[in-house]
């Protein structure tokens, strides 16, 4: 699979979980907390392919788009530190709801950015063979991806 699909395709299935939190009832903590441990490992496992193999590789072949790779990574920076306290907090803390809809204005003002100015810069710069083989290796890697958010390189940014 493409580099960028395969990336998009983790961003779908991300977005659904937020609907699925935001659609969940005030008493739903069970749930709700259920729904962050999922949106924590889709996140980390994203994010930690992104920052390994897909940001260096786009920064070296579309070097144009430098700015906007040291941007996404405090931006990831943020996110991981959410999800790591969300991780030790009770789902009937007042904060707790708070802290999911940061969380998710983030990811999804990251999200856009992302996909709409650019992805198509990169996807433009690097071709479809190397996409391809991006691709590939990011499969391989996400297999193995950590699941903890304190684990991203970002994380200690
Ligand atoms: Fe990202
Ligand atoms: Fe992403």
């Known amino acids: 699979m493409d580099a960028i699909t395969l990336l998009k395709d983790d961003h779908k299935t991300v977005e659904k979980l937020f609907k699925k939190f935001e659609e969940a009832g005030d008493g739903a903590k069970k749930t709700k907390q259920k729904l962050v441990e999922q949106i924590t490992a889709e996140l980390t496992k994203h994010t930690y392919i992104e920052e390994t193999i897909f940001y260096p590789a786009a920064r070296k072949v579309v070097p144009a788009t430098e700015d906007h790779v040291l941007e996404s990574v405090e931006e990831h ?31 999804r003002h990251h999200v856009e950015e992302e996909e709409q100015d650019w992805f198509p810069e990169v996807r433009k710069g690097m071709g479809r063979k190397t996409l391809q083989e991006l691709g590939e290796q990011m499969t391989t890697a996400k297999a193995d991806a950590p699941t903890d958010p304190l684990k991203i390189p970002s994380a200690k940014a």
Request: proline share 3%.
């Open 77 to 107: 920076h943020i996110v991981v530190w959410l999800l790591s306290e969300l991780a030790k907090l009770d789902p009937s803390d007042e904060t707790y709801d708070a802290k999911v809809t940061v969380l998710i204005e983030n990811v």
